[in-house]
């Protein structure tokens, strides 16, 4: 997959633009992103929201599951794991996804999310190769 | 904890106010949400992002905890894992999230979610007690 | 997949007899086992060792997996996760393995494991279908 | 938690001695143990039974957790995610557990398991810490 495509993954995605998450490096088998955190970013308590956590966890394991995948093939999520290793408060989160396994038909993926240089989340991901890119 | 409590955790999270989540019911060791999807809760192929699916298990699984602990006392999420059993396309998401185990500190919970009536995801939860209500 | 063939899964898997678990029933999507608990299956404070129940909820929910899937294929573990809900003591554990979501590559299945009674362990598995049946 | 107590983890856990883990090192946040592989471990297809490399994989983690605890406590599994990155066959097993996040009532940890040199699988753990040590 190209650098194009993986710019896709991102800019194609709403929910992705709504939170508005960043791509900001990728290669063969990882992808980085980064969130400036605003106020809709929390949760009942001022913490980042769990879901934002993972959503920034899952979609950039899913960005690099898609570098290591044949052309005319996407990613989706079949299952992952998460723990939120401490409350989230401060300014940036910063994600990395790598690819500990590729496959032809699953991509097994870690993340982790760090929160103004805190480690807050490591996830463990299962990734569903499937026929048909972003193009159909 | 009291039904008033309940919908707290609901009005005073601002990620949850953006996603659109509603409470439509809740008891002792359960909660049910809904969520009318909207063109902004997709990803890049056009289905429900799972960060979606996943923020609506999660939160809903945290308030069914938070119905099965002390006053003085709240919930944060320790650690999840979610299967995202087939991609999620239609008008509305449903959830129902239901204890599994309570606990003085560790609340094992499973969320399932609908997407017009067909099933999308199994949620099972770690949920930490932690000293403080939402006003404290 | 026969009732044969998945007696065949128990009585060809040597781990599987060493420590003692047997086929109690089965039926589409469904398997259940049981095990007379013996000093061998505890850990260093007398509780039966997660790893004993692990492997019960983990190959209950293949052998359940593998009443859905066609002749000629067989089931791998891909992923699992399990929240042990209370340390385990007493004289028998019993399991249900029951499909979630059928698949033809993937089959999603849930494990509950009881203790004399009590309620131990949830299994929430990811199995993966391959070529290949027991015979080749 | 010292050297000594560590290795009764091992010496007094009645499965761990059935299937022969051995301890091979450990350090602060860390420990190693090995397997000769014997057809005894084996599941129907002549693979490791994925119990035995989940029994490996958590009673390493949970022994690396017990090295970040103080004393008079000790270590309960709560709930992990494992995935099985190939079929594992041959004459070793290998595991490595740390310590990823220490914490007065969780610790997270990971676990990697090789098979003569081949990563087979990455485990994700919550450990509970739990007052009362092995001696009572």
Same mark, same amino acid.
């Given at each position: 997959? @190209? #650098? @194009?495509?993986?710019?896709?993954?991102?800019?194609?995605?709403?929910?992705?633009?709504? +939170?508005?998450?960043?791509?900001?490096?990728?290669?063969p088998g990882w992808v980085e992103t980064d969130l400036m955190l605003e106020p809709d970013h929390l949760q009942q308590h001022g913490y980042v929201h769990a879901g934002v956590i993972t959503t920034?966890? #899952?979609? @950039?394991?899913?960005?690099?599951?898609? @570098?290591?995948? #044949?052309?005319?093939?996407?990613? +989706?999520?079949?299952?992952?794991?998460?723990?939120?290793?401490?409350?989230?408060?401060?300014?940036?989160?910063?994600?990395?996804?790598?690819?500990?396994?590729?496959?032809?038909? +699953?991509?097994?993926?870690?993340?982790?999310?760090?929160?103004?240089?805190?480690?807050?989340?490591?996830?463990?991901?299962?990734?569903?190769?499937?026929?048909?890119?972003?193009?159909?």
């Open positions: 997959m @190209t #650098d @194009t495509d993986v710019s896709a993954v991102f800019d194609r995605a709403p929910f992705i633009r709504l +939170l508005g998450f960043r791509l900001v490096g990728s290669g920034m966890a #899952d979609h @950039t394991s899913g960005a690099a599951a898609s @570098t290591v995948i #044949d052309e005319g093939h996407s990613i +989706l999520t079949a299952q992952f794991a998460i723990s939120l290793l401490r409350p989230a408060r401060g300014a940036a989160l910063h994600c990395r996804g790598e690819v500990v396994k590729p496959g032809r038909s +699953l991509v097994v993926t870690q993340s982790d999310v760090h929160c103004d240089g805190v480690h807050v989340a490591r996830f463990q991901g299962t990734m569903a190769v499937v026929e048909g890119g972003l193009d159909g």
